[in-house]
């Protein structure tokens, strides 16, 4: 029993990586499977890392690239696209990201879109949030296609889930049409009471920035 436990002992020691040997070394080639670091006179073999400031291991570059690196920056050198942070290796070069790579990369929710810095995805593409969305509206992590029940202006609507084919707005909701009022009315961009000049008595909550309103008891007075 006591030979087994030795024997047990010795099997988990051999598995074990082996320990830096921190030997001093003047070159790279003292250093077999290590690097050589640290002032003249000074260095020491130590184990390959991503931050020793060298391309070594399995790194495409300097401390980049490879299985076990983080991705490369634009330039730097490269074997294959996922060296790259990029996503794209050209002639063992990597790419510079944009928006139009044709690779879903920086903050982009989805290939070339989303994400802030690029423009906002269409219907059906990934997202992380509504403003990701060209139409506003993210559900479950895919941009949704414009309805007139998702609290967003957007497709034909002239308002928040009104006008433009869904059902009509309220007095002060945006309008183009009288169609797109519930009163019928679309008066200076806003639903309302249809007023002749001079525009004395609309009833209604809505404004415009060319003509100014004051309220008052007996109700609306415009001054021009």
Known sequence: M??????????????????????PCSNAQQCPGEVCLGTLGAALCRPLTCADGRAN?????????????????AQKVCLADGDC???QCTVNHCD??????????????????????CPRCPAGLRCGLSADCADGACVGGVCAAPSCTDNQRNGLETDVDCGGGCAP????????????????????????????PPLLACSGAWATASIRRASSSSGDTFKP
């Open 2 to 23: 006591k030979h087994r436990v030795v024997i047990a002992a010795l099997l988990i020691a051999a598995c074990r990586p082996a320990a830096p040997t921190l030997a």
């Open 57 to 73: 291991g399995f790194e495409t570059d300097v401390d980049c690239g490879g299985p076990h690196c983080p991705a490369c920056a």
């Open 85 to 87: 942070a990029s996503g």
């Open 96 to 117: 510079a990201v944009s928006c139009s790579d044709g690779v879903q990369n920086q903050r982009e929710t989805d290939v070339d879109c989303g994400g802030g810095s």
């Open 169 to 196: 707005c309220g007095p002060g909701g945006q309008c183009v049409v009288n169609a797109d009022c519930g009163s019928g009315a679309c008066v200076d961009g806003h639903c309302g009471d249809l007023c002749g």
